[in-house]
């Protein structure tokens, strides 16, 4: 399968933060989505400012796209 990580410019207003995320290309091998470990997306803002759970959508344009 695979993976790759990216890193992107914190979405949250106000964060200077980069994100950092785990992605894989589906089943199809078409499109890329978040990588998820024991429930929980592998995304991580540097500074912290949101929860995984949050930043995953804010964050989902960046992840399909190439
Ligand atoms: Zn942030």
Do not use: K
């Amino acid at each position: 399968m695979d993976v790759e990580t990216i890193q992107i410019p914190c979405p949250t207003e106000g964060c200077e933060g980069d994100v950092h995320a785990a992605r894989e290309l589906d089943d199809d091998g078409t499109r890329w989505r978040i990588v998820w470990f024991e429930d929980v997306p592998v995304v991580l803002c540097s500074r912290g400012c949101r929860p995984p759970e949050d930043l995953v959508s804010l964050i989902d344009p960046e992840v399909r796209a190439a």
